[in-house]
């Protein structure tokens, strides 16, 4: 079993800024890719960014030059900078990690979620 603790939603202002951070725990052997998704209310989940095991970055071209996705693999934790925020970034956003745990079988899990809410 793989867990997964999303921290660093909240409310803020347009304009501002906030971390996210999600921590992975478990029989982990490997993480490969990682990924912040979101979910605004009546809209389908997306894709915000991914970063690979060498570390090779994509973005939506909705958060490009403004949302910056890290890793620390000593911490098996994935950030996400986001910067100047918009109301439109409003929406519940959600880790997603996948790898190998201890015993080589492979494992993609899901954060529950953390609000994040840009007032304008």
């Known amino acids: 079993q793989v867990q997964l603790v999303e921290s660093g939603g909240g409310l803020v202002q347009a304009g501002g800024s906030l971390r996210l951070s999600c921590q992975a725990s478990?029989?982990?052997?490997?993480?490969?890719?990682m990924g912040w998704y979101r979910q605004a209310p009546g809209k389908q989940r997306e894709l915000v960014a991914r970063i690979s095991s060498g570390r090779t970055t994509n973005y939506a071209d909705s958060v490009k030059g403004r949302f910056t996705i890290s890793r620390d693999n000593a911490k098996n934790t994935v950030y996400l900078q986001m910067n100047s925020l918009k109301p439109e970034d409003t929406a519940v956003y959600y880790c997603?990690?996948?790898?190998?745990?201890?015993?080589?079988?492979?494992?993609?899990?899901w954060g529950q979620g953390t609000q994040v809410t840009v007032s304008s």
């Open positions: 997603n990690l996948g790898g190998r745990m201890t015993g080589w079988a492979p494992f993609d899990s």
């Open positions: 478990g029989s982990i052997l490997s993480i490969n890719a």
